[in-house]
């Protein structure tokens, strides 16, 4: 069975269809899975199933009060991702689908959500992306759908709504590292200019500053590289240019952030202007082929 994402009122405005998905190698199958009700939604990104099932929206990382060290409970883009959620999923029938890992190490399914209603299917993660109350993610043996996923998360970006009006969520300058190890733990999204592509045997870095020790840094594994061969051949080009690296902070030397998939880089004709301050003039449209598409379902 195959399905295409279309609008959800209010939070998204309808999407192109696809009109022959054999011909649109760029768009995203899925494993179709069962249809149920949900009873409860947990947070932003987390709903309970009337079998009892835990299902974790892969993809769309919902804001927390930890994101700006707030109070539990108090951080108003927290509770508008599970408003947003509820008022999207609570008490309606909905599919999940399937890329690849099917659970996390708690057991949760980790699926898409598509909202089952008069003869639609609608698809979650988009909805909450495009407007604003989630960013695109992925770990490792999840990261399907990563391009839709972005496409949708670029809309709210470049409109400014939602969490993108925080300033919290801002791209952070790669040649602040002090800013950037205060997010150590958190997810962000880095950007500046690559002065060198260093390799070695088992990685290879992508290097913001002529010290290494202590300035920020990206690091894509062998196994990544491997994995992604095009992938590894574009790196040394990217020296000198303008990227954007998103990632959960860690401190090897200097801040880091490791490389688990090619969408967690955005090249250099996919970087937004920063968002710290209004564009003076109005912002350019995604670059060609990254504007959302379809999600497909194929029957079990």
Not at 14 to 41: F, H, N, W, Y
Not at 114 to 136: I, N, S, T, Y
Not at 253 to 264: C, F, K, M, T, V
Request: proline share 7%; glycine share 8%; hydrophobic share 40%.
């Amino acid at each position: 069975m195959l399905t295409t994402i279309v609008g959800l009122a209010g939070l998204l405005a309808p999407l192109p269809l696809m009109a022959d998905p054999a011909a649109s190698p760029a768009s995203c199958t899925l494993e179709s899975g069962p249809i149920r009700t949900v009873t409860r939604v947990v947070d932003g990104e987390t709903i309970v199933l009337d079998d009892g099932k835990v299902v974790r929206l892969i993809g769309a990382l919902a804001p927390r009060a930890r994101d700006a060290d707030a109070a539990a409970g108090a951080w108003p883009p927290e509770l508008d991702t599970v408003k947003a959620l509820s008022d999207l999923t609570l008490a309606k029938r909905v599919k999940l689908a399937f890329s690849e890992r099917k659970l996390d190490r708690y057991g949760r399914a980790l699926a898409q959500v598509f909202v089952v209603e008069r003869g639609r299917e609608d698809w979650v993660q988009g909805a909450l992306l495009a407007g604003g109350h989630a960013r695109a993610y992925g770990v490792p043996e999840s990261f399907g759908c990563a391009r839709e996923l972005s496409a949708h998360e670029a809309q709210a970006r470049n409109r400014r709504l939602g969490l993108w009006s925080n300033g919290v969520y801002r791209s952070l300058p790669a040649d602040h590292p002090g800013e950037i190890m205060k997010q150590r733990g958190k997810y962000v999204r880095v950007t500046g200019t690559i002065i060198s592509v260093g390799r070695t045997k088992s990685a290879t870095y992508l290097n913001f500053s002529n010290d290494w020790r202590t300035d920020f840094t990206a690091r894509i594994d062998k196994k990544v590289l491997s994995a992604n061969p095009d992938f590894d051949k574009s790196l040394d080009a990217l020296a000198n240019k303008s990227v954007t690296v998103r990632g959960w902070i860690e401190r090897r030397n200097g801040p880091l952030i490791d490389i688990a998939d090619p969408s967690q880089i955005e090249g250099p004709d996919a970087v937004s202007a920063p968002e710290t301050m209004p564009p003076k003039e109005a912002r350019p449209a995604p670059p060609e082929g990254a504007e959302p598409s379809a999600v497909n379902l194929k029957a079990l």
